[in-house]
């Protein structure tokens, strides 16, 4: 131990009247760095209270995730827009790849309705030759983008990235030809003769 005395012995260092169950509280100095970090809490506080509450000068968390949502919207936006514009052009990719996420995308979200081997449920049959909305690689992808809502059919663009949507049109582009075990019945004229609604 130190020479220094023991505080207990020092009268004036006690805070009188403040005492329970026999503990005593003594009435220290704050260490000075400490009273300075409280002094810059402060400052810091009534700066920050003015630039962001009183004169709004700062963007506040919620402003700037909206401000980068809208940036994030945008480049999505621009996506679908080029990818809108290329279906004419686009031709199903025969890449093991991209057939093996489209497959991926195609058991997740769509075989609910169409069934795993495309042989239809909710969802029309995509084995056979018979197509409501076109038989081409360009209507199907139309088809997958836009939906058709009132049957059920979801506007993909909404859940599924440009690059999911042509990988998921080219795996289907597999099931023509093929002949699952009960499929649904056609539910409209043989296609191609028939003209593409959308356009
Ligand atoms: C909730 C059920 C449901 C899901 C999930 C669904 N579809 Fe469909 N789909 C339908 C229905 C219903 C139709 C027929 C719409 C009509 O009758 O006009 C359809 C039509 C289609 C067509 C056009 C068929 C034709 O005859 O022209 C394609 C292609 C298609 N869906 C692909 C997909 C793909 C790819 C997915 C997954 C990304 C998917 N569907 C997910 C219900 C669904």
Redesign the pocket.
Same mark, same amino acid.
């Not at 197509?131 to 076109?134: A, N």
């Given at each position: 131990m130190n020479d220094r005395k023991n505080p207990r012995d020092d009268k004036d260092l006690i805070i009188q009247g403040h005492e329970a169950d026999g503990i005593q509280e003594l009435d220290n100095d704050l260490p000075r760095w400490w009273v300075w970090m409280f002094v810059l809490c402060v400052v810091h506080a009534t700066g920050y209270l003015l630039y962001y509450h009183v004169f709004n000068m700062g963007r506040l968390q919620a402003a700037e995730y909206a401000a980068e949502m809208d940036v994030g919207n945008k480049v999505k936006r621009e996506a679908q827009q080029q990818f809108e514009a290329s279906l004419a052009s686009l031709k199903p990719s025969t890449d093991e790849e991209v057939l093996g996420k489209g497959r991926q +995308? #195609?058991e997740t #979200?769509?075989s $609910?309705?169409?069934r795993l081997d495309g042989g239809g449920q909710?969802? $029309?049959n995509?084995c056979d030759d018979y *197509?409501?909305?076109?038989a081409r690689f360009e209507d @199907?992808l139309r +088809?997958?983008i836009h939906g !058709?809502p009132v049957?059920?059919?979801?506007a *993909?663009k909404e859940t599924?990235k440009p690059s999911e949507i042509y990988a !998921?049109?080219s795996y289907?582009q597999g099931f023509p030809g093929t002949m699952p075990p009960n499929p649904k019945p056609p539910? @409209?004229e043989q296609q191609p003769e028939k003209p593409n609604e959308f356009e």
């Open positions: +995308t #195609y #979200y769509c $609910p309705c169409h909710v969802g $029309p995509l *197509w409501i909305h076109g @199907n +088809t997958i !058709v049957k059920g059919m979801l *993909w599924l !998921v049109a289907i539910e @409209n």
